[in-house]
Nanobody, 124 residues
Framework: QVQLVESGGGSAQSGESLRLSCEAS????????IGWFRQAPGKGREEVAC????????HYDDSVKGRFVIFGNRNDNIVTLQMNGLKPEDTGEYYC?????????????????WGQGTPVSVSE
């Protein structure tokens, strides 16, 4: 059973950093792409970063480029989103999701399996 579990959310002040983790089970990252999505209060989910493991392709939304870093640990089956230089507009619920299916996935791509989300709140 494919499952994703996020952790690491919390509160931060503007300019600080947070690290989110997405632990995958039931599959190996090698054959998938994983995306991180943000849902601000009252808005839809938007993809902020993704990574495809077969070729190492990475994509960032313009809103986080230069501040967020996505990387994966294949041994632990964990995808991490390092968020630096946080801004109040980064506030929201953060979800990880598989993008497309095996054998390669797609980055960016349509989300398939979602985690339960982890909240991030950034104040001035």
């Amino acid at each position: 059973q494919v499952q994703l579990v996020e952790s690491g959310g919390g509160s931060a002040q503007s300019g600080e950093s947070l690290r989110l983790s997405c632990e995958a089970s039931g599959f190996t990252l090698e054959h998938y792409a994983i995306g991180w999505f943000r849902q601000a209060p009252g808005k839809g989910r938007e993809e902020v970063a993704c990574i495809r493991f077969n070729d190492g392709k990475i994509h960032y939304d313009d809103s986080v480029k230069g501040r967020f870093v996505i990387f994966g640990n294949r041994n632990d089956n964990i995808v991490t989103l390092q968020m630096n230089g946080l801004k109040p507009e980064d506030t929201g619920e953060y979800y990880c999701a598989t993008l497309g299916g095996p054998p390669f996935g797609s980055c960016p791509g349509a989300a398939d399996v979602w985690g339960q989300g982890t909240p991030v709140s950034v104040s001035e």
